[in-house]
């Protein structure tokens, strides 16, 4: 199982956008992670595919796209044209999930599930052998620099047990008030893929990031 850092660029500052992401491939973080909000299925509204399509070649790193939006099924072909590796939706938006995962994988990109807060670990069960992604939100979408909710953490356990019991490598990403303080607790347990904003592009994002390589390092 690979241990990935997933810089999350809600947090960056946009006037340097591409200059914070080479910093961040250069400490050693494999993926961006975009946070698409449609001020509908979360309150706030972020950036979408002319950005990432913007933003694309800045760096060779994954472009982990994490769609807060209503009937993502609608935009799958355009964050495909606009450069996305992984897409991610949210099970509480997709009207047929089914349908949705088939349509990102067979449009040749990974698919990630999400889940919020409220939404049982139980509920996304049965998804977990069509996906290559679960995304556990550890705080309610929609912005950036909240705090960590903690029972995320039983959430994860009790995701990677299933996964381990189905013998899946399913990836397990973490997103929302991850710090260096608290990432280890969030590894273990068993969790291979963490989403951090705040903690990497508020302050020196070349030393943050490095910071939590040296931690992910200790899983590999
Ligand atoms: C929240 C987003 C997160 C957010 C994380 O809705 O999905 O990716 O940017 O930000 P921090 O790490 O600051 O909590
Ligand atoms: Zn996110």
């Known amino acids: 199982m690979k241990y990935i850092l997933a810089p999350s660029i809600l947090a960056a500052d946009f006037r340097t956008l591409g200059k914070e992401m080479e910093l961040t491939e250069e400490a050693g973080a494999e993926y961006i992670h975009f946070d ?5 299925f979360v309150p706030s509204i972020s950036f979408g595919m002319p950005v990432l399509q913007s933003i694309k ?4 790193q994954v472009m982990d796209a994490h769609l807060m939006v209503q009937e993502p099924i609608r935009y799958i072909e355009d964050f495909k044209r606009a450069g996305a590796d992984i897409v991610t939706v949210h099970l509480e938006a997709c009207g047929d999930v089914d349908a949705t995962i088939k349509k990102i994988r067979s449009s040749g990109m990974k698919a990630g599930l999400s889940i ?9 069960k049965r998804y977990l052998p069509d996906i290559d992604m679960l995304l556990v939100m550890s705080v309610h979408p929609g912005f950036g620099g909240q ?12 995701l990677r047990t299933m996964t381990d ?4 490598d399913t990836d397990i990403e973490v997103d929302g008030g991850i710090y260096h303080s608290n990432a280890r ?5 068993g969790a291979n893929v963490i989403v951090a904003g705040s903690a990497v592009f508020g302050g020196d994002t070349m030393k ?3 910071e939590f390589m040296e931690i992910l390092k200790d899983y590999e």
Do not use: Y
């Open 36 to 40: 698409v909000m449609d001020g509908m």
């Open 57 to 60: 070649g800045a760096t060779s």
């Open 116 to 124: 919020c807060p409220d939404t049982k670990a139980e509920e996304a």
């Open 147 to 158: 705090k960590f909710i903690p029972e995320s953490l039983e959430k994860i356990r009790a």
């Open 165 to 168: 019991a189905l013998g899946l």
């Open 185 to 189: 607790e969030v590894l273990d347990a």
């Open 208 to 210: 943050n990031t490095k």
